[in-house]
């Protein structure tokens, strides 16, 4: 396959040959399981944004698998450094619970391991005096490790700060936080001490100059600062484990904060030295055109949680928020992914040796320019930072429509919210890519106008 060439080619999805996987699949899967339709055949050819499935379909993937391939597929930007290493069994080792390397000398090892994505870790997050970091399996354990450490940090601070519409994980602790569709975490327990928060996403301001009615602003204070006991509220701030953050909601529908909510989140945390946990396992390493989706904004994170693009999961904070007592934190097998290590540290390498910061921030600008031009009025909006890139339809029922006309042509998106589409094209996509990805979208949006039925 040739990159600078390729172009979807698609006919009935999913065909004859991925209908038996699916079936195949859900025969042992556990019922509530939500998997798409298209299957991935991992022997055809792949490269980028471009896949091949079980039926021979060629596809232009703008999802990223999520976020987690962050370049795509077969990528030569991370397996050209893959190849050649003479590697032995097993390469699922014991996380934490024990050392390995390649050779006499860190600083001189053939290939990358799990201290050498810390210390990378570390570099793209000095900028908040961050040190340390706790490798886990996933986003939900990174997470979940940053509540700990926080509440280890602030004993016997006994509540939690989250916000409206946000997703953190689908482990009990992180349930406990996420705040969106109630399929999530209905008849589920939770940890106590949660305060929910309105999150402010709306961009416009009334006549009077005063932010829009998002619920987050209360005339001159707002929502977060009128719970605290000093501002008349019934929470000491002392007594706040942490508030957490998506500095970009993901699952919750691609909500960008507006200025002034986050400017009064930075505000409150540091005028009552609120540990802040910022949630990046969606925003971070590289989507938005900066490192961390934080580095857009001015709050000053305490702990950062990422993952997909990592392929492991990291807490990363400094050393004075992490418990000192040995086996505070542990997991047998957490971070303990030899090929993952490698892939994030060679992830994060490529997006400075190829300058990806500055191509996400080019193409995402080129992209929100061809979506906004000329768009229906059934648009409601376009937005997006770097390549992390929402449109967002009148109706939940066009939206549907249009995934659905998109997959129809060859091109792979994905619902978030309750009438968004997101879109997440490859770090280094080309002009080529996002003009043929955009088009394609574009005429699923025309199509989608005419079939969907819309209430």
Same mark, same amino acid.
């Given at each position: 396959?040739?990159?600078?060439?390729? /172009?979807?080619?698609?006919?009935?999805?999913?065909?004859?040959?991925?209908?038996?996987?699916?079936?195949?699949?859900?025969?042992?899967?556990?019922?509530?399981?939500?998997?798409?339709?298209?299957?991935?055949?991992?022997?055809?050819?792949?490269?980028?944004?471009?896949?091949?499935?079980?039926?021979?379909?060629?596809?232009?993937?703008?999802?990223?698998?999520?976020?987690?391939?962050?370049?795509?597929?077969?990528?030569?930007?991370?397996?050209?450094?893959?190849?050649?290493?003479?590697?032995?069994?097993?390469?699922?080792?014991?996380?934490?619970?024990?050392?390995?390397?390649?050779?006499?000398?860190?600083?001189?090892?053939?290939?990358?391991?799990?201290?050498?994505?810390?210390?990378?870790?570390?570099?793209?997050?000095?900028?908040?005096?961050?040190?340390?970091?706790?490798?886990?399996?996933?986003?939900?354990?990174?997470?979940?490790?940053?509540?700990?450490?926080? @509440?280890?940090?602030?004993?016997?601070?006994?509540?939690?700060?989250?916000?409206?519409?946000?997703?953190?994980?689908?482990?009990?602790?992180?349930?406990?936080?996420?705040?969106?569709?109630? =399929?999530?975490?209905?008849?589920?327990?939770?940890?106590?001490?949660?305060?929910?928060?309105?999150?402010?996403?709306?961009?416009?301001?009334?006549?009077?100059?005063?932010?829009?009615?998002?619920?987050?602003?209360?005339?001159?204070?707002?929502?977060?600062?009128?719970?605290?006991?000093?501002?008349?509220?019934?929470?000491?701030?002392?007594?706040?484990?942490?508030?957490?953050?998506?500095?970009?909601?993901? =699952?919750? %529908?691609?909500?960008?904060?507006?200025?002034?909510?986050?400017?009064?989140?930075?505000?409150?945390?540091?005028?009552?030295?609120?540990?802040? =946990?910022?949630? /990046?396992?969606?925003?971070?390493?590289?989507?938005? %055109?900066?490192?961390?989706?934080?580095? @857009?904004?001015?709050?000053?994170?305490?702990?950062?949680?990422?993952?997909?693009?990592?392929?492991?999961?990291?807490?990363?904070?400094?050393?004075?928020?992490?418990?000192?007592?040995?086996?505070?934190?542990?997991?047998?097998?957490?971070?303990?992914?030899?090929?993952?290590?490698?892939?994030?540290?060679?992830?994060?390498?490529?997006?400075?040796?190829?300058?990806?910061?500055?191509?996400?921030?080019?193409?995402?600008?080129?992209?929100?320019?061809?979506?906004?031009?000329?768009?229906?009025? @059934?648009?409601?909006?376009?937005?997006?930072?770097?390549?992390?890139?929402?449109?967002?339809?009148?109706?939940?029922?066009?939206?549907?429509?249009? =995934?659905?006309?998109?997959?129809?042509?060859?091109?792979?998106?994905?619902?978030? %919210?309750?009438?968004?589409?997101?879109?997440?094209?490859?770090?280094?996509?080309? /002009?080529?890519?996002?003009?043929?990805?955009?088009?394609?979208?574009?005429?699923?949006?025309?199509?989608?106008?005419?079939?969907?039925?819309?209430?």
């Amino acid at each position: 396959m040739d990159r600078d060439t390729a /172009e979807p080619d698609a006919g009935e999805l999913p065909g004859p040959n991925a209908q038996r996987w699916v079936d195949f699949h859900q025969e042992y899967s556990a019922p509530s399981e939500y998997s798409h339709e298209f299957v991935w055949d991992v022997t055809r050819e792949a490269d980028g944004p471009f896949v091949t499935d079980v039926d021979g379909n060629v596809l232009l993937d703008f999802t990223c698998h999520i976020g987690a391939a962050p370049l795509g597929y077969n990528n030569e930007k991370i397996t050209s450094k893959l190849r050649e290493f003479d590697l032995v069994e097993p390469m699922k080792i014991a996380g934490q619970d024990m050392y390995f390397g390649a050779g006499s000398d860190p600083a001189e090892a053939e290939f990358p391991g799990s201290s050498h994505l810390m210390e990378r870790l570390v570099n793209v997050s000095s900028q908040y005096g961050m040190d340390t970091v706790f490798l886990s399996n996933s986003g939900a354990e990174a997470v979940e490790n940053a509540m700990k450490i926080a @509440h280890d940090h602030r004993a016997p601070a006994k509540y939690g700060v989250a916000f409206a519409g946000s997703f953190h994980g689908r482990t009990l602790g992180t349930l406990s936080i996420t705040k969106s569709k109630s =399929v999530y975490t209905r008849h589920y327990p939770e940890i106590g001490g949660i305060e929910t928060i309105p999150f402010c996403d709306c961009r416009a301001r009334d006549s009077s100059g005063d932010p829009c009615d998002c619920g987050f602003f209360t005339g001159s204070s707002s929502r977060l600062r009128g719970t605290l006991s000093p501002e008349g509220g019934h929470i000491d701030p002392d007594e706040i484990a942490f508030l957490i953050l998506e500095p970009i909601q993901g =699952v919750g %529908g691609y909500r960008f904060p507006s200025e002034g909510f986050v400017q009064e989140v930075a505000d409150v945390t540091d005028e009552y030295d609120i540990p802040l =946990v910022v949630d /990046e396992i969606q925003s971070g390493v590289g989507r938005t %055109g900066e490192i961390w989706a934080s580095d @857009h904004y001015p709050i000053e994170p305490d702990v950062i949680a990422s993952a997909k693009a990592l392929r492991v999961g990291a807490t990363i904070s400094r050393s004075e928020v992490f418990p000192s007592e040995k086996n505070r934190l542990g997991s047998t097998f957490g971070g303990g992914d030899l090929l993952g290590s490698m892939m994030g540290a060679f992830t994060l390498e490529a997006i400075e040796e190829h300058d990806l910061l500055d191509n996400a921030t080019r193409r995402g600008e080129q992209a929100k320019e061809l979506l906004r031009d000329g768009a229906p009025s @059934h648009v409601e909006d376009v937005r997006g930072t770097g390549l992390m890139l929402a449109v967002e339809f009148d109706t939940p029922e066009r939206r549907t429509a249009v =995934v659905q006309e998109a997959l129809r042509r060859g091109l792979l998106t994905l619902g978030c %919210g309750k009438k968004t589409v997101r879109l997440l094209p490859p770090l280094d996509s080309t /002009e080529r890519e996002i003009e043929l990805g955009v088009s394609i979208f574009r005429e699923a949006i025309e199509a989608a106008g005419t079939t969907a039925k819309v209430a």
